[in-house]
């Protein structure tokens, strides 16, 4: 396709989205680079989002901008062959098991500690914060993290587990604040070290290990922002190891992303460059993978709130670049700046959720209310 026939053709998706090339609006887009139009035909968001690293397009509001096209559903209407190679390589493996499994935590969760601690804010929690009386981010992480041990119902003295721990902070919490003790476990080397540092003199062990290989009793049981990179062939084998370490009277909290729809990979652009490997479940895939392991006693859905927290995040960054770039590239700013952007355009559309589910092994007897 010729140069001009691919600058028709995206510019006429576009203005279905209400974004003009060269308009005035901060969500119109300015293109420096004419290739930019036959790279995002032929690769779609992979090339969107790759254009945009090499500065071959701006936009004043990103996000907005990103926002326009997501809620427009562009991506549907620009199939690539990067999409069905991802679905066809689920398919036919298993890319969370094995030493895959740890591939994310090498390329992502191990970028530097530096970055996540100028980024997350006063508390390293890298989920969705809870935004309802929360006047800043820090508030919102305090307030998800006393949210999920109030849905527990913990109790002094109880041992409690936390797969996929990130930093260690929702267990060091736990630690100070309702007197628990327990096991985190991560697939990230530089997230442990970390995590034992932040949580030393408490009584929690941090472990560099895959949740397959959990087999010990605990009183309850969270995974917070985990489940995103445990793949659909995993679900059930996932909730049978949560089940086989729960107690028969414990309560387990799951926190995630979740989509609208049922899918095997993740976006293109997404797998190459932030979470390889990973995928958002869909309600659907979770019911199927807990059904007779767990009762669902409370599904609570706040993912508007993660907007707020990626453009605070975002905000963050931003405001610690000029230390931050001794050691990271300016390509590196842009796709950082496009992930948390982008991220935050699909729950401003509400194509993603953030889901918070209760769950019991043999149904709380007496039926079970979850705070708020």
């Not at 453009?311 to 000029?322: G, Y």
């Amino acid at each position: 396709m010729s140069t001009a026939r691919a600058q028709q053709r995206i510019a006429s998706l576009l203005e279905a989205a209400g974004v003009h090339v060269g308009g005035a609006s901060p969500t119109d887009l300015r293109v420096h680079d004419d290739r930019f139009y036959a790279r995002v035909l032929a690769h779609g968001s992979l090339g969107l989002g790759e254009a945009y690293m090499d500065g071959w397009w701006d936009a004043d509001s990103l996000d907005g901008f990103l926002f326009r096209l997501i809620d427009a559903r562009l991506d549907e209407r620009v199939g690539t062959l990067d999409d069905a190679w991802l679905f066809l390589k689920a398919r036919i493996a298993n890319p969370q098991r094995g030493k895959r499994a740890y591939e994310v935590g090498e390329r992502h969760y191990d970028l530097g500690n530096d970055l996540f601690r100028a980024m997350l804010g006063r508390r390293l929690v890298y989920s969705c914060g809870y935004w309802t009386e929360a006047s800043g981010l820090d508030a919102a992480q305090l307030a998800k993290l006393d949210l999920v041990l109030r849905k527990l119902r913990v109790e002094r003295g109880m041992r409690v587990l936390d797969i996929g721990c990130g930093w260690g902070e929702a267990l060091r919490y736990a630690a100070d604040r309702y007197g628990v003790g327990g096991v985190g476990v991560t697939i990230s080397q530089e997230q442990a070290e970390l995590a034992a540092t932040i949580c030393a003199g408490l009584p929690i062990e941090i472990r560099v290990q895959d949740y397959h290989e959990l087999d010990e009793r605990f009183d309850r049981i969270f995974s917070i922002g985990m489940f995103e990179h445990v793949g659909v062939k995993n679900y059930r084998s996932y909730f049978e190891v949560a089940r086989r370490c729960l107690a028969d009277d414990g309560l387990f909290v799951l926190h995630t992303i979740g989509s609208n729809v049922s899918t095997n990979h993740t976006d293109p652009w997404i797998e190459r460059y932030i979470f390889p490997n990973s995928m958002i479940p869909s309600a659907a895939q979770i019911t199927q993978a807990v059904e007779d392991l767990f009762v669902i006693e409370d599904w609570h859905n706040f993912g508007a709130d993660y907007d707020r927290t990626l453009m605070a995040w975002r905000a963050n960054f931003d405001a610690a670049w000029p230390r931050l770039q001794a050691r990271y590239d300016e390509r590196f700013r842009r796709m950082w700046r496009y992930y948390l952007s982008a991220s935050a355009a699909t729950f401003r559309a509400r194509r993603n959720q953030l889901w918070q589910l209760v769950l019991s092994p043999r149904g709380v007897r007496g039926g079970y209310r979850a705070p708020r």
